[in-house]
């Protein structure tokens, strides 16, 4: 919202300066986010008088002007305005001085051959209106030589972000009563006197909706001149950023923007028949002030006649119902609509007006006979006309909040001690009302008071938050004790070890559009769809990461990425037991593209490939402190990957703590993405806590004694996971073997059809003293045996 410093005076006593009163307003917590000086942009413009117009010797649309600037010899301007004639005042911008429309300097030059000093300004020019059809005129008695800042009285411009919760200071009268409470200045309450109605309104107004307008007041004018509005009126619009544009119009926005009252004045002899507040009618349409049509709906509340919808109650007004020059007499309308209606119908037609921005944050329900009087003197003194009487349809809210208060929560809530007398000062200069036993009765506009802790924030803000105290939080003597979780804890150490495998880090919106939800939902009890989404492409929280890194990866390669590797650490929702919220942290990795570029050394490209993604998966899991050795891999990763590429890990049958591999071919075709692409999730919250888990880690003590290797080659069956067969010689003395690996597998010409040959490398790890050949062989003979209960054979 803005306003000039002249407009504040308005309502405000004060000689404080523009800086002043930003940093208090600031203090309160109205937060100032600009303030912009006219004066500055009308540097170097100043009042001139022409005292002489000749015509330009090669050009026939121009003149040679000899122009007063109050000092020194008079200087020769060229000028091509068809008003410019000798005698005339206006303003001239010298040389140095910048055009406030288009930021051109001026300078000194010459002009078909001719020396000009300068530019006679426009309106336009000058951002001042809309007229550029010549220059300015100013009248005779205009000081020539003063500054045209001056002369105009240029007033800096606040320009201030209200919060949602203060639609009493959407006003400029309103946030004089802050600062006045503040101690910057004495309040002016402007308020008109009731304007008595010479005759009976010839219009029936009334409200059929009293859920959606519970009160509906107006009245004519009639015999009024509907010209421009006085230049004090179109100084302090301009200020707040609106266009002048004629008095009936302007006096309705002044009144919005000076005390917060949104209103309407319609052209009598557009309307037919009663004036009503009802509800629309389905599929009813309205051209608005914005010169467009929208089509309504029942829960939308209007304001309409025997012919039609003229205005989107509260939101904007009709097209052919508006006042124009021609208008004589009008209907003005002003009224309390539902705020949460207003909000509602608003979003609806993706509509937003200054009007509604005040009327959904909710207007004074006690300032409507006010408003209506203050509009009804400002027509009759600057149109003329006579005043009907006021008809009065409904009531608005009447019942004040009322709080019981101690004032001694100002120091237990706020932090802050404040003398009782202090706070009844401040709470009474806001208006409230404050009896002996502190039953404080707050305003009808302050629809944000509802409990003693309001009261609380109001003292404190307008006492100062500066002067809140700043106390240390306690805290125990000796080192720090950690505070992250258990599970944070995890979460860093699986984020670091991603980045150091050369992932990038993504981070995807946790909402989805439903197809792409229900095409990983796995049946985990329903989607969480929002009955407000952001957009429809947004309208269900995400069961899987994998859809948000598809999407991140498609961007990827559509601007040429060649290989993309991303992980991303986040949660993934979905219906619990009974439809109870379920919500798990989840480490999602995507792998697509090339995972090799071509080159001389390798040939073609080479993509990834599931045992990439295994291999992931693994070391992340053991980065997180899984215990990897004890990990089965199984299939079942989901109907989403490939059957035949794909898998999971697991601990046990049940405890699923990864699935892995590449993507099915329907599920990059639903996303619209080339494949191979390989993706693993990693469901973080499977994961076993540790059985000692210590703030130190064990000690790193070397084997004293060489370890031994030894190579065993199995014939198993083709079927036989390789993995089973490692986990089974591991097993086979857990004293002594420390590790098993696969370091070949072979099948063809000297192996059976149906069998393959696994290589295993073995180490074993004397402690005490070194193994004998017996030992070794006996060590030996438990692992072939142990092997053999998976089917397998010793081969050589």
């Known amino acids: 919202m803005k306003f000039s410093l002249e407009w504040l005076k308005y309502f405000l006593d004060t000689e404080a300066s523009a800086a002043e009163i930003s940093a208090k307003l600031n203090a309160i917590g109205i937060e100032v986010e600009a303030i912009e000086d006219p004066a500055e942009r009308f540097s170097g413009f100043r009042v001139a008088h022409v005292l002489t117009a000749a015509p330009h010797p090669d050009a026939d649309k121009l003149q040679v002007l000899s122009v007063d600037t109050g000092e020194g010899d008079p200087l020769q301007v060229v000028c091509g305005a068809p008003n410019a004639r000798a005698g005339m005042k206006g303003v001239l911008g010298l040389p140095g001085a910048v055009v406030p429309v288009n930021g051109m300097e001026l300078r000194k030059s010459a002009i078909r051959g001719v020396e000009s000093n300068g530019m006679m300004c426009s309106v336009r020019e000058l951002e001042l209106g809309d007229d550029h059809d010549g220059i300015i005129e100013l009248p005779a008695d205009a000081p020539v030589g003063m500054a045209f800042a001056e002369y105009n009285a240029a007033s800096p411009v606040f320009d201030v972000a209200i919060t949602p919760n203060r639609p009493d200071c959407m006003g400029v009268e309103g946030v004089a009563r802050d600062l006045a409470a503040a101690g910057i200045g004495v309040f002016k309450p402007v308020r008109a006197e009731p304007v008595a109605g010479t005759f009976p309104c010839p219009v029936e107004i009334r409200t059929d909706d009293p859920e959606g307008c519970p009160a509906f007041y107006g009245r004519v004018i009639r015999g009024v001149s509907n010209g421009a509005s006085p230049d004090w009126m179109q ?25 917060g009252r949104p209103a309407h004045a319609y052209d009598l002899a557009k309307l037919n028949g009663a004036v009503v507040a009802r509800r629309a009618q389905a599929g009813e349409q309205v051209l608005a002030l914005n010169e467009k049509t929208y089509t309504l709906d029942d829960s939308m509340t209007v304001i309409a006649d025997d012919s039609g919808v003229h205005d989107i109650a509260g939101i904007m007004g009709g097209e052919h119902s508006g006042c124009s020059d021609s208008t004589t007499d009008v209907l003005l309308e002003i009224a309390y609509f539902d705020p949460e209606r207003i909000g509602v119908t608003g979003r609806k037609l993706g509509l937003s007006s200054d009007a509604r921005t005040r009327f959904e944050r909710g207007v004074d329900p006690a300032f409507l006979d006010g408003g209506l009087d203050l509009l009804t003197s400002l027509i009759l003194e600057i149109c003329g006309g006579e005043a009907s ?71 404190v803000r307008i006492h100062g938050l500066d002067k809140v105290a700043s106390v240390a939080l306690p805290r125990v003597d000796g080192v720090a004790r950690p505070t992250a979780t258990p599970e944070q804890l995890r979460e860093r150490k699986v984020r670091r070890a991603a980045a150091a495998r050369g992932l990038s880090e993504a981070i995807t919106w946790s909402f989805l559009p439903e197809a792409d939800a229900d095409h990983f939902a796995d049946g985990n009890g329903g989607l969480w769809v929002l009955e407000n989404p952001i957009s429809e492409d947004m309208k269900a929280m995400r069961p899987s990461l994998i859809p948000g890194l598809l ?56 993509p990834f490939d599931a045992y990439d993604a295994k291999a992931e998966a693994i070391a ?20 989403q990957f490939h059957p035949g590429q794909s898998g999971t890990l ?19 075709e639903a996303f619209d993405i080339e494949g191979p692409v390989m993706a693993v999730e990693l469901f973080l919250d499977a994961i076993p806590a540790p059985k000692n888990p210590g703030f130190a880690r064990a000690a790193y003590a070397p084997p004293a004694l060489q370890a031994v290797t030894r190579d065993f080659a199995f014939l198993v069956d083709a079927s036989l996971p390789a993995g089973d067969l ?26 059976p059809d149906g069998k393959k040959s696994v290589a295993v490398e073995v180490v074993l790890q004397p402690t005490a003293k070194s193994f004998t050949d017996e030992e070794i062989k006996a060590i030996a003979d438990k692992i072939v045996t142990s092997a053999a209960k998976q089917g397998a054979e010793l081969r050589a």
């Open 235 to 259: 100084r302090r619009l301009r200020a707040a950023g609106q266009r002048p544009i004629s008095a009936l119009v302007d006096i309705t926005n002044y009144l919005m923007l000076a005390f």
């Open 389 to 459: 009487e006021v008809i009065r349809a409904g009531s608005p809210p009447s019942e004040p909040t009322v709080v019981a208060y101690d004032p001694a929560l100002a120091a237990k809530l706020g932090g802050v001690d404040i003398a009782a007398d202090e706070q009844r000062r401040i709470l009474e200069s806001l208006d409230f009302v404050v009896d002996d036993s502190w039953q404080v009765t707050a305003p009808l506009r302050r629809h944000d008071i509802e409990g003693a802790a309001d009261i609380v924030e109001e003292v």
């Open 650 to 668: 697991r601990l046990g049958p049940k405890n699923v703590l990864a699935r892995f591999g590449a993507l099915h071919p329907a599920t990059l």
């Open 620 to 639: 992340l899991l053991e980065a997180a402190g899984a215990p990897v050795g004890n990990l089965q891999v199984m299939g079942e990763a989901g109907p």
């Open 551 to 606: 999407a991140a990866a498609k961007r990827n390669a559509d601007r040429g990425a060649d290989a993309t590797r991303l992980f991303e650490l986040g949660r993934r929702y979905f219906r619990g037991d009974a439809g109870a919220s379920d919500e798990r942290a989840t480490m999602g990795i995507l792998l697509a593209g090339d995972k090799v570029s071509r080159g001389w050394a390798n040939g073609k490209a080479a």
């Open 726 to 751: 490692v986990r089974a010689v591991k097993g086979a003395d857990k004293a002594n073997i420390v590790s098993a690996r696969v370091f070949d597998v072979f099948a063809g010409q000297g192996v």
